[in-house]
């Protein structure tokens, strides 16, 4: 029992060694072949690595190689900078010494030259003074008169070459400013026409025989009478065969009686209460004519808006003439030369035109007001509405009122370019010769004149000077202080030319 016990426990211990053996065989056959494995894998990848290591160390030695020759070259650019900033300083740094150096010998020439011109100045001064005392004795005078003396002279040699440069200024303003100025008045007036009317103040009426004149006085005179105080208008019958004539300054009074007389001279039947239905048909008919004219001059000018009360009073300017020419139709030139002006100098035109039209519409009621006929119109112009530019332009067209726009200076001179051209109106023989003897006797007024002559229809006067006692350049001013003198002492239409004429004769005889 105890030896097959002793077997038993030899067996089971044999076989828990051979067991033990059996699975460390075991573990060590299966354990060897995952170290293989895995040493096989981390062979691969450090074969892998180092691979990757050569490569990446060839990649940076070739980019330090890319890096140390760009830096080789950026060194070379800045050195080869560096050597031409240093040749540029040192020819700088040889420019300035060279200038140094002359500077020095010219501050030494300037040092000897100062000294020289001290020792000449001290004998000039010396020399001065001999002359000075010497001149003293000789002409007698002092240092202060002599002084007077040679003043007076600079001051008249400055007098005359103020005067030359002063004409030389005016000379080419007046060129500049006439070259243009001539350019746009001439285009304007170039592009407007317009009829001329003579003035008058009376119309006359043709009769079939004379007769009718007898018809139209009437029993007692009872026709005439009645045809003028429905018209207001002064009937002349006198020995003028077939005619009789209608006085009155004011025009439209003067159609209204010229036609209604001229109906009852076709219908023949004159009495009162048919020259009273006659009277009012034509009042109604130049009513309609005074419509008419305003409309057609504000529609022919492209103007539109205008207050019918503005519209009327254009209408009655068709009747109104001054200095023979009709005011209406001046009116239109005066808007058109406006148009024509301001377009050329960039102004308004649509203000200007307007201000063109209606600057004389104060002549349509100016006999009814008192003041000048530019105001009256400015006050129209206010009291319905219109630009105050416009109201100024009005008013100041005749310089009775600072202007304050450059449309008011352009109606200005419209209104003057149309009064004053060659034909645009005419003056009573008179009157032409008072204003012609007024304009010699401005002239003559003046001293130094010898005579002078009013020639242009008095648009020029011409004046001769004596020689002796006005020179050239007193000859400019003589004929400047002429026209000042004409501008403030006379009235009349446009521009007077004044021309002044200095004439040197030398004579001698040879024997």
Known sequence: MELGGALLWIVGVVGVVTSFVLGYVLRNRLV????????????????????????????????????????????????????????????????????????????????????????????????????????????????????????????????????????????????????????????????????????????TVELPSDEMKGRIIGRGGRNIRAIENLTGVDLVVDDTPGAVILSSFDAVRREIARIALNRLILDGRIHPARIERMVERAREEVETTIKEQGERAAFGLGIHGLHPEIIRLLGRLHYRTSYGQNVLQHSVEGAQL?????????????????????????????????????????????????????????????????????????????????????????????????????LEQVANSFEGVQTSFAIQAGREIRIIVKPDEIDDLASIRLSRDIARKVEESLHYPGQIKVTVIRETRATEYAK
């Open 338 to 438: 406006c148009a024509i002006m301001a377009a050329e100098l960039g102004a308004d035109v649509d203000l200007a035109k307007m201000a063109g039209l209606l600057h004389d519409i104060g002549k349509a009621v100016d006999h009814e007001f008192d003041g000048p006929h530019a105001a009256i119109g400015a006050e129209i112009a206010r009291r319905h509405g219109l630009d105050e530019r416009i109201v100024n332009a009005i008013a100041a067209h005749h310089a009775e009122t600072e202007q304050l726009t450059l449309e008011a200076v352009l109606v200005q001179a419209a209104d003057a370019v149309s009064g004053a051209r060659p034909g645009a109106r005419r003056e009573s023989l008179e009157a032409y010769i008072k204003r012609i003897k007024a």
């Open 32 to 203: 060897g072949k995952g170290v293989a494995k895995l040493e096989e894998e981390a062979n691969r990848r450090l074969r892998e690595a180092r691979t990757r290591a050569v490569e990446l160390e060839l990649e940076a030695k070739n980019r330090a190689l890319e890096l140390l020759q760009e830096a080789e070259a950026e060194n070379k650019l800045r050195v080869r900078e560096l050597t031409r900033q240093q040749r540029r300083l040192q020819k700088r740094q040889e420019n300035v010494d060279r200038r140094i150096d002359a500077l020095e010998g010219r501050e030494r020439k300037l040092e000897d030259l100062r000294q020289r011109l001290d020792r000449r100045q001290s004998e000039l001064d010396k020399a001065w003074d001999g002359h000075i005392a010497e001149l003293e004795r000789i002409s007698s005078l002092t240092q202060e008169e002599a002084k007077a003396l040679l003043l007076q002279q600079v001051e008249e040699d400055t007098r005359l070459d103020a005067a030359r440069i002063i004409r030389e200024i005016e000379d080419q303003a007046h060129q500049e400013a006439e070259s243009r100025a001539r350019e746009i008045i001439t285009m304007a007036i170039q592009r407007v026409a317009s009829d001329q009317v003579a003035e008058t103040t009376v119309s």
